[in-house]
């Protein structure tokens, strides 16, 4: 199995699944238990293609306020209270995560999962080979150092920031750590309505920090051509983040805007197709054209006879295919040259029919 990182420092295209907590609503819908649901999003997600699996790690007391408000789209998920989401959605601890590590190894996918407190990010230490700190903890710089001593690659996504929260976050990360960071391009709107998209911020963000990989993690809905991933990805972010479900008509929380096992592996599929006919950065002839460029191209054809002995004049010849013979660049080479031979009309030359 291929890491994260492994497959960047390679300039492979690499697609995480942000299944989150999703796995508790498809086990709901399932009659399953949680952790055999979030078993079954890291198969189908193997099964596609995909090429690492990302959870939330948290529990409501430590990351929101009894009366923190809702910032998403409440005709899809109702909930109008951080702390009352949070809290439907936070019974896995260690033990559990613990247990999906181990599956994920034993799957060949990779696994990782945000921290959103200190005891998170602690246990989570010894389960997985990369950070992931959210937009939401951009400024929430003692808990980035904190993740970052660590001393792993960290993916940080930089969504509803502006360049001097990044930079200082940036630099409290290198304070402490020389590994790896990914930044993620990303929209903090959920979902992200398309002309929010914002995807040009890509191309800055690659001028800007030049020894930092750049990826994005997607909160529009999956359009049907997958335009939008293709075109961040045509735009230099090599890492793709998108969350991720079983069953995208399920209300709450990230199903509404997820991508399922079908959409990943068409993305993945896409994005091959675009590296094939990318092909090489080189300004070279193609060895493929090496056929079409000799006889597509033109050669100095005789004009009319021209006899033995003869100086060669530029009304004396023309320019037809193949190319084969002296090229028409060459033109000024033959000029004043005399023939050695008899030479007919329409004849390819060659330097050989000359003195």
Not at 12 to 25: M, P, Q, R, S, W
Not at 110 to 127: P, Q, V
Request: aromatic share 10%; hydrophobic share 35%; proline share 3%.
């Amino acid at each position: 199995m291929e890491t994260i990182i492994e497959r960047v420092k390679q300039g492979k295209f690499t697609l995480i699944a942000e299944i989150g907590v999703n796995y508790y609503d498809i086990a709901e819908k399932m009659n399953i238990t949680p952790m055999e649901a979030a078993k079954l999003m890291v198969d189908e997600a193997k099964r596609a293609g995909i090429h690492a699996v990302k959870f939330q790690t948290y529990k409501a007391e430590t990351l929101a306020a009894k009366e923190s408000p809702y910032y998403w789209d409440i005709t899809e998920e109702p909930t109008k209270s951080q702390y009352e989401l949070f809290k439907k959605f936070d019974l896995f601890g260690y033990k559990e995560y613990k247990e999906l590590s181990e599956y994920c190894k034993k799957k060949e996918i990779e696994f990782l999962s945000t921290a959103f407190d200190i005891e998170s990010a602690d246990y989570l230490d010894e389960l997985m080979d990369i950070y992931k700190i959210s937009s939401s903890d951009l400024s929430n710089l003692p808990f980035i150092e904190h993740q970052a001593k660590k001393n792993k690659p960290i993916l940080l996504s930089v969504g509803a920031s502006n360049k001097e929260e990044i930079d200082i976050a940036i630099q409290t990360i290198r304070k402490v750590n020389n590994q790896p960071i990914v930044l993620l391009h990303c929209v903090l709107e959920y979902p992200t309505p398309y002309e929010h998209a914002n995807l040009n911020k890509i191309i800055s963000l690659s001028k800007e920090y030049q020894d930092i990989i750049i990826g994005y993690s997607d909160h529009t809905k999956p359009d049907q051509s997958y335009d939008v991933i293709k075109t961040a990805y045509n735009l230099g972010a090599i890492v793709i983040e998108k969350h991720y479900t079983l069953d995208k008509t399920l209300k709450g929380n990230d199903h509404y805007h997820a991508m399922d096992p079908n959409d990943a592996k068409k993305i993945i599929e896409d994005i091959a197709f675009i590296d094939q006919i990318r092909g090489s950065y080189e300004i070279k002839c193609l060895d493929t054209e090496t056929k079409a460029r000799a006889n597509a191209r033109r050669s100095i054809v005789s004009l009319g006879k021209i006899a033995k002995g003869m100086v060669i004049k530029s009304d004396m010849l023309t320019f037809k295919r193949p190319g084969t013979g002296i090229s028409p660049a060459k033109m000024d080479t033959l000029i004043g040259k005399v023939a050695k031979i008899d030479i007919e009309d329409d004849t390819i030359l060659n330097y050989d029919m000359f003195e």
